[in-house]
């Protein structure tokens, strides 16, 4: 990675290497990249001649480029929003247009939801099955969400472009680095170039690409938060809610750690669980603690509930679940009420229903 | 306030029929839906009061029911056990016409299609969403959240659009018309605990904290708005959002003091919503999106509550307004085991709505 940002001309350079990036949605399969050294391309693609004669050009100042090439987005990126972008964007969207960079054109003005996936694919040969390899099957996904909150976008922000950043939480390597630049681009629509937060942003994507995925969004966030003039914290805060959510997308749970009904387990699948959780002193220690969190409230209607009465009367042993049916113990405070046979085991998952009330 | 007692049993849910304006299915289980079995009750709105015209027994708690959108005569329901059926109120018995049982927990909610009108939705406890056609023997599809899911739904605008809601604080949105890919139709995860905008603020010097993620047990599509819906969860709070820019809720209603369990948008008013809650009121709500209906007052702006009812002496947990006559008329049901019909104007302060 550090090789390649060596010379001035390095943000021509990384311009070169965003035109080639994979922006299709049939991202499927997560394999570990190839290291950086290698570079993003692994090979030139079919228009790979075609595009050196007018880089050329554009890097000797040549092409109509210069008036737009400041603030505007790259061409890779030019699919996901293009409503929202009046005026001088245009211009350059139809230069780059011309160039063939890729193949199919960009399909831009597309309505958000069906051709979605007709606008992101570059589908340029050699290169992209490459990486169709390395990106996870989130991106497919991802991808859509960006588009969906992205095209009605009218912010300057930019909001695909942090959109993108999903991606790499999930699938790390190559994306990450995308999304990093990505993310040094938000600043683009206020700010002149910056070719130091290019680097800065580079840098740390290689330092922390191997390190855990919670690392890395907190580094750039701090990053983010400390180098941007206006503060954009509650977006970058939410972005880490959302990137975390989201690079658990396929997993099992978006959440550290699960909560409410997440923590009870299936007893049917484990039957060890059925034992221990059926009994009554499972019932009534449930009951009980059902009771003290709403222990503090005096109000007339919690102090008659029936619903609480029943489950002092469960916690005090008074009455227990059997089988299907609620029956009284030693006392006559009988509240049965089911005679159909029934599978018992419901008992224990209302009752931890009934702990919502006031977690 | 019409009233009727479902007596033994207690209410989950309330739905009224989308094409006999006084018709009301209830699902209702018995023991507070802890063991035991449970009860449809079809209920006729009469100028008498509220009559019985049917009832329906299961083996399990019913947790959720839907009417169908193209038979008028049958009515889907969710049971305790996993298992869902379909109730046929012409024919002769009081069994199902169909039982179909793929889930393997509990099933909490149950949502017709709204537009194309051949399947319905339930989502389960066993972490996924099944698709169903009443003729087919099977499930069409099976959406998996990995999160116990409390509520799912379609779009009121789109026929291949289904929202769920989940125990790991998300808010999933499925698009049945993206392919089938390792994604399994999803488009959008919503995390729920974000933080509102606060007015006049700037990001810079005014970050409200994100808050806890919570449960969430409960949530609806706008009706006129097809973008923004609304959720309610064990933090209390009912959040709308706008899933265009799933950043941060729209707004943040406040007031309920325990979890909320249920919540309808108004059928009639675009910023009109209804919740019923574990603090065992039903509240009438405005999201402040709206000029010159229940939610204009020339000195108060913005979201807020509208009016509160507490007939209810048990955790609310069923709401539905009325599709049909006029617009204030909801029915709520309530582990009191009693159903509702009232007029929500009744319990709102008077300058709150029309001139």
């Known amino acids: 990675m550090a090789d390649g940002m060596c010379g001035p001309s390095n943000p021509l350079q990384n311009f070169q290497k965003h035109s080639t990036v994979d922006k299709t949605l049939q991202q499927d399969r997560l394999v570990s990249r190839p290291s950086p050294s290698q570079g993003f391309r692994s090979s030139p693609g079919p228009n790979a001649g075609l595009v050196d004669p007018e880089f050329e050009a554009f890097q000797a100042g040549q092409l109509p480029l210069n008036h737009g090439f400041q603030r505007q987005q790259f061409p890779a990126q030019s699919g996901f929003n293009q409503q929202p972008q009046p005026g001088p964007s245009a211009a350059w969207v139809s230069d780059f247009q011309r160039l063939n960079i890729s193949s199919p054109p960009p399909q831009f003005m597309q309505p958000p939801f069906a051709p979605q996936h007709a606008q992101q694919r570059h589908d340029t040969g050699g290169w992209h099955q490459d990486f169709a390899r390395q990106q996870s099957e989130i991106g497919n996904a991802v991808q859509s969400m960006i588009n969906m909150s992205g095209q009605t976008n009218s912010e300057i922000r930019y909001s695909p472009l942090s959109g993108i950043s999903m991606v790499p939480r999930y699938s790390g390597g190559f994306a990450g680095q995308q999304a990093d630049m990505s993310r040094a681009q938000q600043k683009q629509p206020e700010e002149a170039f910056d070719e130091e937060a290019f680097a800065r942003a580079f840098e740390a994507a290689a330092q922390t690409e191997m390190a855990s995925k919670e690392q890395e969004s907190q580094h750039e966030a701090s990053q983010q938060d400390t180098s941007q003039e206006q503060s954009q914290g509650i977006e970058v805060v939410q972005d880490i809610a959302i990137d975390e959510s989201v690079e658990r997308l396929t997993g099992k749970r978006p959440l550290d750690k699960p909560i409410g009904a997440d923590t009870i387990d299936d007893p049917k699948l484990d039957p060890k669980i059925n034992q221990q959780q059926n009994s009554p002193d499972a019932l009534a220690r449930t009951a009980g603690q059902l009771l003290d969190s709403v222990r503090h409230d005096r109000s007339i209607k919690f102090q008659n509930s029936q619903f609480l009465e029943l489950m002092r009367q469960i916690r005090d042993k008074e009455v227990t679940v059997e089988g299907d049916r609620i029956v009284g113990t030693g006392m006559n405070n009988d509240n049965g009420a089911g005679g159909v046979e029934a599978d018992g085991m419901a008992g224990r998952s209302g009752a931890e229903e009934a702990i919502k009330v006031a977690s | 306030?019409?009233?009727?007692?479902?007596?033994?049993?207690?209410?989950?849910?309330?739905?009224?029929?989308?094409?006999?304006?006084?018709?009301?299915?209830?699902?209702?289980?018995?023991?507070?839906?802890?063991?035991?079995?449970?009860?449809?009750?079809?209920?006729?709105?009469?100028?008498?009061?509220?009559?019985?015209?049917?009832?329906?027994?299961?083996?399990?708690?019913?947790?959720?029911?839907?009417?169908?959108?193209?038979?008028?005569?049958?009515?889907?329901?969710?049971?305790?056990?996993?298992?869902?059926?379909?109730?046929?109120?012409?024919?002769?018995?009081?069994?199902?016409?169909?039982?179909?049982?793929?889930?393997?927990?509990?099933?909490?909610?149950?949502?017709?299609?709204?537009?194309?009108?051949?399947?319905?939705?339930?989502?389960?406890?066993?972490?996924?969403?099944?698709?169903?056609?009443?003729?087919?023997?099977?499930?069409?599809?099976?959406?998996?959240?990995?999160?116990?899911?409390?509520?799912?739904?379609?779009?009121?605008?789109?026929?291949?659009?289904?929202?769920?809601?989940?125990?790991?604080?998300?808010?999933?949105?499925?698009?049945?018309?993206?392919?089938?890919?390792?994604?399994?139709?999803?488009?959008?995860?919503?995390?729920?605990?974000?933080?509102?905008?606060?007015?006049?603020?700037?990001?810079?010097?005014?970050?409200?904290?994100?808050?806890?993620?919570?449960?969430?047990?409960?949530?609806?599509?706008?009706?006129?708005?097809?973008?923004?819906?609304?959720?309610?969860?064990?933090?209390?709070?009912?959040?709308?959002?706008?899933?265009?820019?799933?950043?941060?809720?729209?707004?943040?209603?406040?007031?309920?003091?325990?979890?909320?369990?249920?919540?309808?948008?108004?059928?009639?008013?675009?910023?009109?919503?209804?919740?019923?809650?574990?603090?065992?009121?039903?509240?009438?709500?405005?999201?402040?999106?709206?000029?010159?209906?229940?939610?204009?007052?020339?000195?108060?702006?913005?979201?807020?509550?509208?009016?509160?009812?507490?007939?209810?002496?048990?955790?609310?947990?069923?709401?539905?307004?009325?599709?049909?006559?006029?617009e204030g008329w909801v029915a709520s049901t309530s582990w009191d085991s009693r159903v509702l019909v009232w007029d929500v104007r009744t319990v709102m302060a008077p300058h709150s709505y029309g001139p």
């Open chain 2, 1 to 326: 306030m019409m009233e009727f007692l479902t007596a033994g049993y207690n209410g989950y849910a309330v739905k009224y029929s989308p094409f006999v304006n006084d018709r009301l299915a209830v699902a209702t289980s018995a023991n507070f839906g802890l063991v035991g079995n449970g009860r449809l009750y079809i209920l006729g709105l009469t100028a008498n009061g509220i009559v019985l015209l049917k009832q329906f027994d299961t083996q399990d708690a019913i947790y959720d029911t839907a009417w169908s959108e193209l038979n008028e005569n049958q009515v889907a329901v969710g049971c305790g056990d996993g298992s869902v059926k379909l109730f046929d109120l012409s024919g002769a018995g009081n069994g199902p016409v169909q039982n179909w049982h793929e889930h393997s927990r509990e099933v909490y909610a149950t949502s017709w299609n709204l537009i194309t009108k051949d399947t319905f939705a339930t989502s389960s406890w066993d972490g996924s969403i099944k698709l169903w056609s009443p003729q087919r023997p099977s499930s069409i599809l099976t959406l998996p959240t990995h999160s116990c899911t409390y509520s799912t739904a379609f779009s009121p605008h789109s026929p291949s659009i289904i929202s769920s809601v989940t125990s790991d604080s998300h808010i999933r949105i499925f698009d049945l018309r993206t392919p089938a890919s390792a994604s399994n139709h999803l488009v959008q995860l919503i995390p729920i605990h974000g933080a509102a905008p606060v007015p006049g603020s700037t990001f810079a010097t005014n970050r409200p904290p994100l808050t806890q993620p919570s449960e969430c047990l409960t949530h609806d599509w706008n009706k006129y708005r097809d973008t923004i819906l609304a959720t309610g969860g064990v933090d209390s709070i009912i959040r709308t959002f706008d899933i265009r820019n799933p950043r941060q809720p729209v707004a943040l209603l406040r007031g309920h003091e325990y979890a909320v369990r249920k919540l309808a948008w108004s059928p009639h008013l675009s910023d009109v919503l209804i919740s019923g809650s574990y603090d065992m009121s039903v509240k009438v709500w405005s999201d402040g999106t709206a000029v010159g209906s229940y939610g204009s007052h020339p000195g108060i702006r913005g979201p807020r509550e509208l009016g509160s009812m507490e007939a209810h002496t048990e955790f609310a947990t069923g709401v539905d307004w009325c599709l049909f006559g006029a």
